[in-house]
């Protein structure tokens, strides 16, 4: 499985993005998927998740409320649309997918990594 992510941006504080995160592969749809951040000299951390039929989803406190996870199993898809974006949101996020099919939060449960997508947001 290949993933390939997009649509991070710079954007004011407030404002709102939609990451989106294209997957290879016919076992797309039985993986669960996840995005992680990583900003400048801190760990990668876990945003969000969801598993393989798109029934179940979890998030981190940080973002619960402003963030949301989904899928569209047709199109080999992922996303995560953010929406009241804070300063403290800036970071390169990742997709990741996980063969189990279910939730995870820890990075080493996750069996591909995308690319990382700059999100900036700016004060």
């Known amino acids: 499985v290949q993933l390939q992510a997009s649509g991070g941006g710079l954007v004011q504080a407030g404002g709102s993005l939609r990451l989106s995160c294209a997957a290879s592969?016919?076992?797309?749809?039985?993986?669960?998927m996840g995005w992680f951040r990583q900003a400048p000299g801190k760990e990668r951390e876990f945003v969000a998740a969801?598993?393989?039929?798109?029934?179940?989803?979890y998030y981190a406190d940080s973002v619960k409320g402003r963030f949301t996870i989904s899928r569209d199993n047709a199109k080999n898809t992922v996303y995560l649309r953010m929406n009241s974006l804070r300063p403290e949101d800036t970071a390169d996020y990742y997709c990741?997918?996980?063969?189990?099919?279910?939730?995870?939060?820890?990075?080493?449960?996750?069996?591909?990594w995308g690319q990382g997508t700059q999100v900036t947001v700016s004060s």
């Open positions: 990741a997918a996980d063969k189990s099919g279910v939730i995870h939060t820890i990075v080493s449960r996750y069996d591909y």
């Open positions: 592969g016919r076992t797309f749809s039985s993986y669960s």
């Open positions: 969801i598993s393989w039929s798109g029934g179940s989803t």
